[in-house]
């Protein structure tokens, strides 16, 4: 392998400076060459922005959604069924968190959601905003990885005793304060009127939902505390008591196996209704990986091929130039070349061709990435790493593609190569 | 190679060189021998196809010898690889050739300097660069060292192609057609620094046909049909050859 690098590295400058007058030389030709590794390195440059980027956002989401957290939905249909349901089961209720809370030892935390239905737009002294309404137990946010940018959050004493607080997402405040400063303002939600005491920090998801699951959307969202929405808020008598429930495990216990045990204990205190879902944000997280993967083979399967024409392209150019210089390749074998010094002269010169390839590719690249995102909204992120990869590869295909030419170069006769012109 | 006064610095034995065309076998040398010392200057002469060409690319180590002997300073080379060849044809042997051979995209410089690009690794490559400018100023080319050879006359770009030549202190000169594409004033001013060189003891072999190019040899070698028809010094050649 040494004796590889010293082969190519011996005196290299005066070689790459010639391979660089020839290549300036056929500037066209040259530059038709090279599209196709440029494409070729461009397309692996931004599929691995983009695939990185989706990676990097999908932890973001599960983040959100909390690894260790297991995610209970209410599913109670909404048609004439709903009546039988109700005969066996009353709907996910704060009970049901309370049983498994006592049941459970690896249960840490749990968190109640009920989504308020609104009648109207919600209003404030400034402004109004057609923003969700969601009763939460005090724990919701620290759970969800919400924090307050200003005032506070509510506690367990708010809670208690039916507080008509109000939390308001970034864009909420902003659209019902339009003036600033929230706090300690009134909100009207339905007929009940609400005090701000904070409001959450953006945490700038760009999707809202992550594999089906609703992630982002807390900026335009008004939280109240739960036993307020439960108390002070009509409900429909059908309706179960909470939409959601966050359960955090501990983090000692398997996902899977909480989720398994949680599951029956619902589903014997449901009466074996079919009326609620469980989400294991961290089972989303893999099926995510696997599309991605999937995404990732097929990209790479495009970028290879592209690169493989790239390498047909340069190995034909190389062919045509070993044709227009055998005069040259003879008189260098005439004042001493041998055969290896030819071959490494074409070498250098398809491995010039393929780096200024690659350099450019990884221009297109970044460019190709910035405009995926800039029209699908997909987050990108680029790594040193890819970038290596895309260069190292691209002159692995280029030298590749080189040799048969090269090889070719070496192995005319000089007397014969002297005598063309 | 240790310097032997007795031996000449090229010696060639029954050497044939033959070519398959088609069915036919071409005997282009056919049992060839030829002796050449330090420091002679030798022609050879001889209709095309008479084989001079093929035996300056053997004598050059460009070419291989169907069978037969060829010791260049004392060692057999007809037998030796491709590596060992390209090796002696840097050290010890210059060309020049009839149609230059002058690289188009590097300065006359570079081109004078390429054959010590071809040097092994483990040497000292670095040429004295007064060596160089001393041949150039000899060759009456310095002042177009940076010039590339389309901006050069004809008899300059030779003169940039002997330089090049003589830049590793060869051994044997061999020049094929040197003057082959050049006007009669030129080929003289070239003819008579052939003379030059060849009075600082640099041995040479052109090969030529034409009777004027000859006539600076001290010895000239007539060929025919492959084989060698006549051998003669300078002084003992009747005036007019055919």
Known sequence: MSRFFAFFSKDLIPDVKLALTYLAHHGLRTFLTLLGMIFGVGAVIAMLAVSRGGEIEALKMIEGMGVRNLIVHDESPLDDSLADIRQHSAGLSVADAKAIADTMPFVDTWAGIRVVPVWDDLFSPQGNSSAEVWAVSPGFFQMSGLEPSLGRLFDIEDDARFAQYALLGDAAARRLFPRGDAIGQRVKINYLWVEVIGVLRDRQLTGESFQGEQVGGESDRVYIPLQTGLKRMSRNQMDSELSMLKIKIAPSQDLSAAAEAIDLILDRRHGGQDDFRMVVPAKLLAQQRQTQRIFAIVMCVVAGISLVVGGIGIMNIMLACVLERRSEIGLLRAVGARRTDVVRQFLIETTVIALLGAFLGIIAGVVIAYGVNLFSHWAVAFSLLSIVVAVIVCATIAVGFGVYPAMAASKLDPVAALQSE | ?242
């Open chain 2, 1 to 242: 190679m240790a310097e032997n006064g007795n031996s000449s610095l090229i010696s060639v034995q029954n050497l044939c060189r033959t070519f398959q065309v088609g069915d036919m076998a071409v005997h282009a040398l056919d049992h060839v021998t030829l002796d050449i010392s330090q420091g002679d200057f030798v022609a050879v002469m001889g209709p095309s196809g008479s084989g001079k060409s093929t035996l300056m690319n053997i004598l050059g180590c460009l070419d291989t010898p169907t069978s037969g002997s060829y010791r260049l300073m004392d060692q057999e080379v007809s037998d030796m690889e491709d590596g060992l060849l390209s090796n002696i044809r840097n050290r010890y042997i210059g060309f020049v050739f009839q149609s230059f051979h002058l690289l188009p995209r590097l300065t006359a410089l570079e081109n004078v300097l390429l054959p010590m690009r071809y040097r092994k690794q483990d040497e000292d490559v670095r040429i004295d660069r007064d060596r160089v400018r001393e041949i150039m100023e000899r060759l009456g080319i310095a002042d177009r060292m940076q010039h590339h050879p389309n901006q050069l006359s004809g008899g300059q770009r030779q003169r940039v192609a002997i330089a090049r030549a003589l830049v590793t202190r060869p051994s044997l000169l061999l020049a094929d057609e040197p003057t082959g594409n050049l006007d009669s004033k030129t080929s003289e001013g070239i003819m008579t620094l052939f003379d030059e060189l060849n009075a600082d003891n640099q041995t040479i072999l052109i090969v030529t046909h034409e009777d004027e190019v000859a006539r600076h040899a001290k010895r000239v070698v007539l060929m025919r049909d492959g084989k060698i028809e006549q051998q003669v010094l300078q002084q003992d050649r009747p005036s007019q050859w055919t």
